[in-house]
């Protein structure tokens, strides 16, 4: 069965650094789009950035841009997101999603989600 | 991009009918066939219910359907049931710069 574990959360300080990953398994990973979606505490959701299966074509909420980084390693069966210069109304839990194999439409299997603290 | 529009909260009583619309624009909803619906309990993490304005997931009761009108795509429960009661949120593929958005949410109480 398709399973999304995502680890890397954690208490940062306002300015800090994280990265966050994303464990799939049960499908075939390269084949489908990928997305990081995010819920601040008592808030509704936000998506945060996706990627194509190739990795070629990345997008990001304008709330991130230029500090956060999407990734993956098909190899390694695994999606990441790299956030620097972090604020403190990027404290959510992150979630990692499956997206279908052709475009960014729906997502139909989420993650746990991981909490990110940003707090001096 | 601004966020889809959403009731805060709707409420019905067990075996009724509720709907909850989401709002957008022609940029949005209304120009595009990729609305989805997401259910989330308290502390869990959302679960797609509804894909493409009208299709159902497997696994997903039918007594929850999709629709769209215009610039306005509605979710429908019918046949209320206590586990339903749980936030919804609508999302839509957009012609802006972020690709997609999400509704601001909706409360369901079943009473």
């Known amino acids: 069965q398709v399973q999304l574990v995502e680890s890397g959360g954690g208490l940062v300080k306002p300015g800090g650094s994280l990265r966050l990953s994303c464990a799939a398994s049960g499908f075939t990973f390269s084949d489908y789009y990928m997305s990081w979606i995010r819920q601040a505490p008592g808030k509704g959701l936000e998506w945060v950035s996706y990627?194509?299966?190739?990795?070629?074509?990345?997008y990001y909420a304008d709330s991130v841009k230029g500090r956060f980084t999407i990734s993956r390693d098909n190899a390694k069966n695994s999606l990441y997101l790299q956030m620097n210069s972090l604020r403190a109304e990027d404290t959510a839990v992150y979630y990692c999603a499956r997206d279908s194999s052709s475009g960014w439409y729906h997502v139909d299997y989420w993650g746990q989600g991981t909490l990110v603290t940003v707090s001096s | 991009q601004s966020a889809l529009t959403q009731p805060a909260s709707v409420s019905g009583s067990p075996g009724q009918s509720i709907t909850i619309s989401c709002t957008g624009t022609?940029?949005?909803?209304?120009?595009?066939?990729?609305v989805s619906w997401y259910q989330q309990h308290p502390g869990k993490a959302p679960k797609l219910m509804i894909y493409?304005?009208?299709n159902r997931p497997s696994g997903v009761p039918d007594r929850f359907s999709g629709s769209k009108s215009g610039n306005t795509a509605s979710l429908t429960i019918s046949g209320l049931q206590a586990e339903d009661e749980a936030d919804y949120y609508c999302s839509s593929y957009t012609s802006s710069s972020t690709l997609r958005v999400f509704g601001g949410g909706t409360k369901l109480t079943v009473l």
């Open positions: 022609s940029s949005d909803v209304g120009g595009y066939n990729y």
């Open positions: 493409e304005v009208s």
């Open positions: 990627i194509s299966s190739s990795g070629s074509t990345i």
